[in-house]
């Protein structure tokens, strides 16, 4: 069973700063690709960034390259999305998700587990 347990997000207005968290086991935190997508009521989910399971490689989409880092906590088995320069369009729910697989990464289709999500709102 995995479970994936986010946490971070909140209000913010343009230009602040926020930090999701997405929690896991040892196994999944070791053996899966990790990555954040986002959802806006009405539009498809997004991918944002992701990293890669075994190495320190990194994938964001190009919409908040620059702005955002993905980062991994090895003693706490933990994912991290550093957000920076929020925008209100950047304003979604955010799901942490993971994949036992290593290819078409930035598809949610890879993607068989899902956080419960996280609100993110940033203010004009």
């Known amino acids: 069973q995995v479970q994936l347990v986010e946490s971070g997000g909140g209000l913010v207005q343009a230009g602040g700063s926020l930090r999701l968290s997405c929690a896991t086991s040892?196994?999944?935190?070791?053996?899966?690709?990790m990555a954040w997508f986002r959802q806006v009521p009405g539009k498809e989910r997004e991918f944002v960034a992701g990293t890669n399971r075994y190495t320190a490689s990194t994938w964001y989409a190009d919409s908040v390259k620059g702005r955002f880092a993905v980062s991994k906590d090895n003693a706490k088995n933990t994912v991290y999305l550093q957000m920076n320069s929020l925008k209100p369009e950047d304003t979604a729910v955010y799901y942490c998700?993971?994949?036992?697989?290593?290819?078409?990464?930035?598809?949610?289709?890879?993607?068989?587990?899902w956080g419960q999500g996280t609100q993110v709102t940033v203010s004009s």
């Open positions: 040892r196994r999944t935190f070791s053996m899966y690709t």
């Open positions: 998700a993971a994949s036992d697989l290593n290819r078409n990464v930035l598809q949610d289709q890879t993607y068989a587990y």
